[in-house]
């Protein structure tokens, strides 16, 4: 068992390194046929961070653990809202942003009511099932989503995020290097990726059956605390530099991506059973979301103060507890 940990461990380091050298090498290539840096933060930077999971999502699919897909999917998302949060805000309160309220809250809120939906319409007793065409309607709104995040930054002149991605991409060293080597370190990354999303689902798969636990109680604590150490180091550190404004908007726009993509990426390539425990999950997620709009709306500093931040965490705790 302790060799399994050890594995999904080493899996998850493989996964970052490679998702961290194919984000550099995309802004590379992108710098050499002079691409605006915001495009570049708005696409390869975005997509980048989402590496992982999607990987795990495809190995998962071809081997047919839809448990772990969705599970992995939505504690990805639990994960954010109440730990990356909570523990940013222990740091310093984090400031939510009007705009995001108002706007993104509201369309991941109707993501989770739609795959809420997709994951019912066909349910016969216990068992639901997210197949194809639902898939591609998911990945349809990843793409609107993603086309529409693209056309309201650009609308607003001089905004914060804008400067924080150009300041993001422009801090990556970039040398002039061949096309050769530049094809070298893909090869490295996607390597990195394969092998560390195939360590992380077979030996979270064996770790389950030898405790006794199901494979999307693995996904939902293990795999999705996993694929968020990312945005957790970033929250931490964004919070003790004092840059929390873009933290809590980057955290939604990551949990509307990864829903969509993970659960409508695995549904393409094989359909995806919706068991009925994730209806709580979910239940609980917008749950979550509705708490931090009435926060955003109703709140006068529209802060989550240090106090909120603790409860969060503690939260996410007993959520974990009430798991097990």
């Known amino acids: 068992m302790i060799l399994e940990i050890l594995f999904i461990i080493i899996g998850f380091i493989f996964l970052i390194k490679g998702a961290d050298f194919l984000v550099k090498v995309a802004i590379t290539i992108a710098k050499k046929f002079n691409l605006s840096e915001i495009l570049i933060g ?26 772990l897909i969705i599970a992995n999917s939505i504690g ?11 523990v940013s805000s222990l740091i310093k309160p984090i400031k939510l942003e009007k705009r995001i309220v108002k706007v993104h809250l509201l369309i991941s809120i109707f993501i989770m009511l739609l795959i809420l939906f997709l994951g019912n319409m066909n349910r016969t007793d216990d068992i639901g099932i997210i197949e194809m065409p639902q898939g591609i309607i998911l990945i349809l709104f990843a793409y609107f989503y993603i086309i529409y995040t693209i056309y309201e930054e650009n609308k607003i ?19 002039e290097q061949s096309f050769l080597i530049i094809f070298f370190y893909i090869i490295i990354g996607l ?31 293990i795999v999705a605390i996993g694929t968020t150490l990312p945005e957790i180091v970033t929250g931490i550190v964004s919070a003790k530099k004092g840059k929390t404004d873009l933290l809590f908007g980057n955290i939604i726009g990551s949990n509307i991506i990864n829903l969509c993509l993970l659960i409508g990426i695995g549904a393409i390539i094989n359909p995806l059973i919706f068991n009925i425990e994730f209806n709580r999950s979910l239940a609980i997620l917008i749950g979550i979301t509705i708490v931090l709009q009435l926060i955003g709306l109703y709140n006068k500093k529209r802060q989550i103060s240090k106090i909120t931040g603790g409860i969060f965490v503690f939260i996410y705790v007993l959520y974990i507890f009430s798991m097990v």
């Open 157 to 175: 002149k001089n905004n914060k995020l804008d400067k924080e991605i150009i300041e993001e991409v422009e801090n990556i060293e970039i040398k």
């Open 191 to 221: 390597l990195g990726l394969k092998f560390g999303s195939d360590f992380v689902v077979n030996n979270s798969i064996f770790l389950a059956k030898n405790l006794g636990f199901s494979e999307s109680f693995i996904g939902i604590t």
């Open 76 to 86: 990805s998302c639990i994960c954010n809202f109440l730990f990356v949060l909570g």
């Open 42 to 67: 708005l696409t390869i930077v975005a997509i980048g961070t989402s590496l992982p999971e999607i990987f795990i999502t495809i190995t998962s699919s071809i081997e047919k653990h839809s448990d």
